[in-house]
T-cell receptor
């Protein structure tokens, strides 16, 4: 149980285009979803926290107009990288938890974004 | 501010040897600590959390508030334990939200 999927698993796009990444909780309802970014050989950095039906809470230094997060249902959150540039190339990982607050997070497999 | 430090980037041991992956944290409140593991080409998954006080795959971790540590230990390492291990701390991030802060990870290699 507690499976999280991401789609696509990898994407290549041209500079200036927008890319949408989906995160789904397949067998549970996720009150809270998280988006992380991971650079090669580095740890996960939290980008934002989203609760279903609410606006996402972004970490300091993360541009909310560039990384649009929508958590419209208890099983789906989307991250849209707008006007992507090569420096946005990274591994994006989502996680989901049953409850808001301290709770186990279940991680998706990640999405590799390459911006040319 | 919350911070997690894993001092060793790489740790290499032989099969059957004891292993200890170090983790120290900094947090002003009451911490909730986790160990996550990522096997090759797989997603990050929870190994254990301190509040459960359980042993998973032979691994244990004890929260030492005096030393602000949460070291991961296993008495006899197996080759299948080779993976990247992340220590993480869950702390308040505003409102009712909590967030995980990860250490940089330790890559454990268990040699035959």
């Amino acid at each position: 149980g507690a499976v999280v999927s991401q789609h696509p698993s990898w994407v290549i796009c041209k500079s200036g285009t927008s890319v949408k990444i989906e995160c789904r909780s397949l067998d549970f309802q996720a009150t809270t979803m998280f988006w992380y970014r991971q650079f090669p050989k580095q740890s996960l950095m939290l980008m934002a926290t989203s609760n279903e039906g609410s606006k996402a809470t972004y970490e300091q230094g993360v541009e909310k107009d560039k990384f649009l997060i929508n958590h419209a249902s208890l099983t789906l959150s989307t991250l849209t990288v707008t006007s992507a540039h090569p420096e946005d190339s990274s591994f994006y990982i989502c996680s989901a938890s049953y409850r808001q607050g301290v709770d186990t997070q279940y991680f998706g497999p990640g999405t590799r974004l390459t911006v040319l | 501010a919350q911070r997690v430090t894993q001092p060793e980037k790489l740790l290499s041991v032989f099969k059957g040897a004891p292993v200890e992956l170090k983790c120290n944290y900094s947090y002003s409140g009451s911490p909730e600590l986790f160990w996550y593991v990522q096997y090759s080409r797989q997603r990050l998954q929870l190994l254990l959390r301190h509040i459960s006080r359980e042993s998973i795959k032979g691994f244990t971790a004890d929260l030492n508030k005096g030393e602000t540590s949460f070291h991961l230990k296993k008495p006899f390492a197996q080759e299948e334990d080779s993976a990247m291990y992340y220590c993480a701390l869950s702390g308040a991030s505003g409102g009712s939200n909590y967030k995980l802060t990860f250490g940089k990870g330790t890559l454990l290699t268990v040699n035959p």
